[in-house]
């Protein structure tokens, strides 16, 4: 049997993280991930699930940095 396509995987649960006073939600799957922050999402997608937690991280820090907590 051939292992399935990105397309073909089932999506993952979203997984949610406070990051200081934010909420920053991962979902996805395999190749494919996403990344909101308070429910604005980032508009890349990432390869990782490690990748798309990152750049939600750092967009919290930037909000917290731009005093939009």
């Known amino acids: 049997m051939a292992p399935e396509t990105p397309e073909k995987q089932p999506a993952k649960i979203p997984v949610t993280f406070h990051v200081g006073t934010h909420l920053v939600r991962v979902a996805g799957r395999t190749g494919v991930w996403s990344a909101d922050v308070d429910g604005t999402a980032l508009s890349h997608s990432y390869g990782t699930q490690a990748e798309a937690w990152e750049a939600g991280v750092r967009e ?6 731009l005093g939009k907590a």
Do not use: E, I, V
């Not at 919290?60 to 940095?65: E, I, K, S």
């Open 60 to 65: 919290a820090d930037r909000l917290d940095r």
